[in-house]
């Protein structure tokens, strides 16, 4: 299995135009997280998934945040306008069954830079 | 909503040496703790956990331990190597999927 796959590694935009990161789970998984990391704030949950549905969106810093899994296996993260603020490492992750105190599996990554 | 706070916040020690990282927790329903290790531009990796239900779990260098009363839990490395250099983190969850992570603790081996 090649693991969670992340597109793009790097994203550099302007701001004010919108982005869009992409999440390929495990396959078999179903669950799946978006967090963003920072110098400041660490690791950060954004969203979580439950069999393509929202569990928790409550970790979205706000309206300009959205994300979607229209299918088990694709998930993403929008953020339309961007804002210098939001640069950052954005990191999905999934567990197998969804159950409680199970085990993360992160992929590689999108390093975002907002300029 | 859970707050899990980590000290030290970097930490240098020479090769050999002992490693410890702290992490408290508020929740007091939480009951699983896991440590990720970040090396360098990589990806979160889950090297050792820990459920309430247990007071220590070692695996080779690395141990965990957890006072469940005063709702703290350390990692412990032992004869450190540099491979050990890495950002560690600790989280806490309870009983759904949501897990909050502490802010990462630095750790440097000194050769």
């Known amino acids: 299995d090649a693991g969670v796959i992340q597109s793009p590694r790097h994203e550099v935009t302007e701001m004010g135009q919108e982005v869009t990161l992409r999440c390929k789970p495990i396959?078999?998984?179903?669950?799946l997280f978006w967090y963003r990391q920072t110098m400041m704030r660490g690791l950060e949950l954004l969203i979580y998934?439950?069999?393509?549905?929202?569990?928790?969106d409550s970790g979205m810093p706000e309206d300009r945040f959205s994300a979607k899994m229209p299918n088990a296996s694709f998930s993403t993260l929008k953020i339309q306008p961007s804002e210098p603020r939001d640069s950052a490492v954005y990191f999905c992750?999934?567990?197998?069954?969804?159950?409680?105190?199970?085990?993360?599996?992160f992929g590689s990554g999108t390093q975002l830079s907002v300029l | 909503g859970e707050n899990v706070e980590q000290h030290p916040s970097t930490l240098s020690v020479q090769e050999g040496d002992s490693a410890v990282i702290k992490c408290t927790y508020s929740?007091?329903?939480?009951?699983?703790f896991p440590w990720y290790k970040q090396e360098l531009g990589k990806r979160p990796q889950l090297i050792i956990d820990?459920?309430?239900?247990?007071g220590e779990k070692k695996d080779q260098r690395i141990a965990v331990t957890l006072n469940k009363t005063a709702k703290h839990f350390s990692l412990h490395i032992t004869e450190t190597q540099p491979e050990d250099s890495a950002v560690y983190f600790c989280?806490?969850?309870?009983?759904?999927?949501?897990?909050?992570f502490g802010t990462g603790t630095k750790l440097q081996v000194i050769p």
């Open positions: 396959s078999g998984h179903n669950s």
């Open positions: 929740d007091s329903a939480s009951n699983y």
């Open positions: 992750a999934s567990s197998p069954t969804g159950a409680a105190n199970e085990k993360l599996f």
């Open positions: 989280a806490a969850s309870r009983g759904y999927q949501k897990v909050t």
């Open positions: 998934f439950n069999n393509n549905v929202p569990i928790d």
């Open positions: 820990i459920r309430s239900n247990v």
